[in-house]
């Protein structure tokens, strides 16, 4: 039996084939569109009025009721001000995800349930399937546009509530549909950015200058030395070197934003380095943390997306830390800025997201210690009692141990010790950190896969010659280069 489902129709062909399946599913559809800014005064350019027709055309065509809310006051209480506020303070804030938040499964969700309907669908690129815990949100099919990162802030107890129809299909499968059934909409373009920007991301730098003013500063090196001048330091991001206008005078190298000095308006710079501390981060504080599954506590091997368009990493979450929650990475991520998101995840099923603090110098591998071990990898692969008797990340086996099962993973060339079984062509964990391999999936080439990398069995370790099981194939000479302790 169908269920009577509240549809944000934003004027996107997204939305608008969302509809359409949800029609043909059996379901009783009623489109809302949502107001949340007018442009009135100037400071932003919204093109509302555009939305608004083509969302009114899709439901005229696809026969359903169809109201307009305005939600522009709350809008701006929950997000504008709120993004405006992190600029001033040096952040870097997602606006997208106080949105989702907020306003679109907050708000929206609100007026569903007061018109009487069973759930709140939208044509976000994710999907939401029944588990033990309750409702996942996992990612959706399409890994080229999906959407899972910016609903890492939605709270839990609204996802049984949710309906996502695009979250299996992909994209030009969706465009596709839309041209065959006709839709009126079929070929407008994606919106890109935000309402209050106009779509247009470049006009951030307006729009903050026009909230919160200019105030010029000085641009130095780390030493000191002026090299230019800034409009406000809120105008630029560590990491970015778009708009700074400094020269390097070198062939290949640019200066970029490595720090901000709020007291003293300076902003500072640095040639791009892969070994510059400010620019590879390797532990990050984290606050503001939400969980979509029940709230974690201890420590956690888990896959984190450190920004929408970047791959998931291999990451450990500590929520014990003496200072609050915080996350280190396998590798240094380049330039994460306070203000910006983390999303975290469990093989496909988005567990929460947190908000960039501190950059800590601290990590539990640079002080020499393992952390606790984790109970599952973010491939989904089990592990009953991981109990690591060697390391072969850069320091060698633990001195006393008498088994050290290796495994490799040549196209990420990481070495590791373990017990745990990779199943398929997935990546396993390194338990003597808790860190995932890589993030490959079926693309990498672990042993573990079809073919094991060479028929060898034995390791030579401190003069001593290693037995591993059948289980335990590796490549010596791989295993060579990733370790160079190794004799």
């Not at 809008?75 to 606006?95: D, I, M, W």
């Not at 630029?236 to 000095?261: C, F």
Request: aromatic fraction near 8%; proline fraction near 6%; glycine fraction near 12%.
């Amino acid at each position: 039996m169908g269920k009577k489902i509240l549809l944000a129709l934003s004027g996107g062909v997204d939305s608008a084939v969302a509809c359409h399946l949800l029609l043909r599913a059996g379901h009783a559809v009623e489109g809302v569109h949502m107001r949340t800014w007018h442009g009135k005064d100037g400071l932003g350019d919204c093109p509302w009025r555009d939305d608004l027709e083509s969302a009114r055309s899709v439901a005229e065509f696809c026969k359903i009721p169809f109201r307009v809310v305005s939600l522009v006051d709350r809008y701006r209480q929950f997000v504008v001000e709120p993004f405006l506020r992190s600029y001033a303070a040096g952040e870097t804030p997602n606006p997208d995800m106080l949105c989702n938040r907020w306003i679109k499964f907050g708000a929206l969700l609100e007026l569903a349930r007061e018109l009487g309907c069973d759930g709140l669908a939208t044509g976000h690129y994710c999907r939401t399937a029944a588990g033990e815990d309750g409702v996942h949100l996992l990612v959706g099919r399409d890994g080229t546009k999906d959407q899972s990162y910016f609903l890492a802030q939605v709270r839990r107890e609204a996802l049984p509530f949710l309906h996502f129809p695009l979250g299996n299909w992909k994209k030009m499968a969706v465009r596709r549909l839309a041209r065959q059934i006709g839709l009126p909409n079929a070929d407008r373009p994606d919106s890109q950015g935000v309402c209050f920007l106009g779509g247009k991301v470049a006009a951030i730098g307006e729009f903050l200058l026009c909230h919160l003013g200019e105030n010029p500063g000085d641009i130095v090196d780390r030493g000191g030395r002026r090299l230019g001048r800034h409009r406000g330091i809120f105008l630029h991001t560590i990491g970015q070197r778009k708009g700074l206008a400094i020269p390097s005078n070198r062939d290949g190298e640019h200066y970029v934003a490595v720090a901000k000095d709020l007291a003293g308006n300076r902003l500072t710079v640095a040639l791009e380095s892969s070994s510059d501390p400010a620019l590879r981060v390797g532990a990050v504080a984290l606050h503001s943390l939400n969980f979509l599954c029940r709230p974690l506590a201890g420590s956690h091997a888990l896959a984190a997306r450190v920004r929408y368009r970047d791959p998931p990493v291999a990451a450990w979450l500590h929520m014990d830390g003496d200072g609050g929650p915080w996350v280190e990475f396998a590798r240094p991520q380049r330039a994460l800025a306070p203000g910006q998101h983390l999303a975290f995840y469990r093989g496909e099923r988005l567990l929460g997201g947190g908000i960039y603090g501190e950059i800590l110098q601290k990590s539990h591998f640079s002080l020499g210690m393992a952390p606790p071990n984790a109970q599952t990898d973010p491939m989904g692969i089990q592990e009953e009692k991981p109990r690591p008797v060697g390391c072969c990340c850069g320091k060698g086996p633990v001195q006393g141990a008498t088994e050290l099962p290796i495994r490799i993973c040549v196209q990420c060339d990481v070495g590791f010790g373990n017990h745990l079984t990779i199943r398929g062509n997935g990546c396993g964990l390194c338990w003597c950190k808790g860190l995932p391999l890589c993030n490959r999936g079926a693309d990498c080439w672990c042993w573990g896969a079809d073919k094991p990398l060479c028929g060898e069995y034995k390791l030579l370790i401190n003069d001593e010659v290693w037995e591993l099981g059948e289980n335990h194939r590796f490549c010596p000479g791989t295993v060579q280069k990733i370790c160079p302790q190794f004799p």
